[in-house]
C-alpha cells in the first residue's frame, strides 16, 4: 500500500475513534472481541500508518466504530 494513503487511512480512524470517545486501549479491546489480534501498540502503529491494516480488522473497525466504509478511507 502507499505510505501516504496509510497514513491517511491511520488519521481518519484516529479521529473516528476520538469522536466516539474511545481510547486506544479501548478500541484495541474491542477488536480483540471481534478476533483481532491487535493491540494498543498495534492500534497506536495503526493510526500512524506505521502498520497494515488487515481486511478482517477493516470489518471490525466498521462495525465498532458505526461507520460506512467510505468514512473510513475518506
Known amino acids: 500500500m502507499n505510505a501516504e494513503y ?3 487511512l491511520g ?3 484516529r479521529a473516528l475513534r476520538r ?3 474511545f481510547s ?9 472481541l471481534r ?7 498495534a492500534l497506536a502503529k ?3 500508518g506505521q502498520r497494515h491494516i488487515y481486511p ?8 465498532i466504530l458505526a461507520v460506512p466504509y467510505e468514512e473510513l478511507f475518506v
Open 19 to 21: 469522536k466516539k470517545g
Open 35 to 41: 478476533g483481532c489480534d491487535v493491540t494498543r501498540s
Open 56 to 63: 478482517d480488522e477493516l470489518r471490525a473497525l466498521r462495525d
Open 6 to 8: 496509510e497514513r491517511a
Open 24 to 32: 486506544q486501549e479501548q478500541l484495541a479491546a474491542h477488536l480483540q
Open 11 to 13: 488519521r481518519n480512524i
Open 46 to 48: 495503526m493510526e500512524v
